[in-house]
Structure formats: C-alpha cells, structure tokens
C-alpha cells in the first residue's frame, strides 16, 4: 500500500512540473527564430525606395565613390519630393550639394540650392530651412574662393538666426564669416570675431565650439608669421 501512495505522489508530482514548465517556458528556438524573421520581413516592408538610395548612398560615400553616392541621393531626393515629403527632400539635397563641394563641382552645388532647397525651404514657409540653405551658399562660395559672396550668405545667415533667436546658428554664421576673413588675410579682424564667438559661447554654456576657436587661432597665428617672415 505504502510503495502505491508513494508512485502516485511521484507521478503527480511530475505531472505539475511538466504543466508549469509548459505555462512559463519562452516560446521553442524555433519560433524565435520565425519571430526574428517576421520582424525582418516587416521592418523591409516599411522601408521607402528614398531610404534605400540613401543607404547606398551612404556605402558609395564611406568608400570613396562620390559620384555612385551623389546619384543615389538625387534618386533619394525625387522619392521625397514625389511623396511631398519636403523637409526630408530639402535635406538630401543640401547633403547632396556637399557631396559636389567634395568633388570640385560648384556650380552644381551651388544650383542646387539656389534653384531647389531655396524653392523648396520658401514654400514649406520654413525660416530655419531658409537659414540652413544661406549657410550651404556661404560654405559653397568660399570653397570656390568666391569671397564677397560667401561673406554676404553667411551675413544673410546671421541676420536670420538673430531672428529666431538662435544662438548656435548665429555662431556658425559669424564662423562662416571669420573662415571669409581669413582667406582675405584680414586677421585682425578675424581675431575680433573669433573673441566675439568665444563670448558668446560661454555666455550660452557652450563648448561645441572650442576646437573651431582654437583650430582658427591656430591658423591665424601659422598664417601672420609667415607673412612676417
């Protein structure tokens, strides 16, 4: 009699651990990989033909091929302007604009802008997008040394990032100026700017740009003796 109680007990006890482990056990190597997949499938399905150009534009960038990259954005930027996407549209074309910097090509890039993100930032009624593309006109005209016309868009982005109140891009802007400055071979003036940058880059707690101020200094300084000798 004892040794019948004592199966039954063996056997009831198995069978609550065997309906606890099937109640709190995860789900089977096999179904976390079918969820994996799943997961896989959705996330392609939900990516753009834009954020497809873009990811290749990105792999012709990091390898050097800038001319695959620039048109794969220029595909990438039709998408976002077919779908009216504009915000995303004005971006691809600025980082499209950088990438003919790199390669020499100004006039392209300086099209761009006037003729598109320009358009594009003005019917969006986007201020900050208009401040962003007189910045990329100001980087575009002093890479090609077209000097008075940097100077005048990066003044443009000044004016405007006073107006929105914007501290860090009214830096930039007098960045953008003191670049300008230094390529004239007015240091004195550039130093005077690169003071006033510095105030008020304390005066907003930043120190974002530190290495700008000092990379500046640096070249003034490399530059004004090698005049005087």
């Known amino acids: 009699m004892r040794k019948l109680v004592l199966l ?14 099937t109640v709190f056990s995860g789900p089977s190597p096999s179904n976390t990989s079918q969820f994996s997949i799943n997961l896989a499938v959705l996330g392609s399905e939900s990516r753009s033909a834009a954020d497809n150009f873009l990811e290749q ?19 990438a930027a039709t998408e976002y302007q077919q779908n009216k996407k504009l915000a995303s549209y004005g971006t691809t074309l600025i980082r499209l604009s950088n ?23 003005t019917k969006m009624g986007s201020r900050t997008g208009q401040m962003a593309a007189y910045q990329q006109l100001g980087k575009i005209y002093l890479a090609a040394n077209k000097l008075p016309q940097s100077l005048w868009f990066y003044t443009q982005h000044g004016i405007l990032a006073q107006q929105l109140k914007d501290n860090n891009a009214y830096i930039e802007s007098v960045l953008g100026i003191i670049s300008v400055k230094i390529k004239k071979k007015d240091y004195q003036l550039a ?39």
């Open 57 to 75: 534009a990105d792999r012709y960038e990091k390898f050097g091929d800038f001319d695959s990259a620039a048109a794969m954005l220029s595909k």
């Open 99 to 121: 990438l003919y910097i790199l390669l020499a090509n100004y006039s392209e890039a300086e099209q761009i802008v006037l003729k598109q993100v320009l358009k594009n930032y």
């Open 8 to 21: 039954i007990s063996v056997l009831a006890t198995s069978f609550f651990a065997n309906a606890q482990s």
């Open 191 to 229: 130093v005077k700017d690169l003071n006033r940058v510095e105030l008020l880059s304390k005066n907003i707690n930043t120190i974002q740009y530190n290495q700008l101020i000092k990379r500046n200094r640096a070249l003034i300084a490399e530059k004004t003796v090698v005049k005087k000798g």
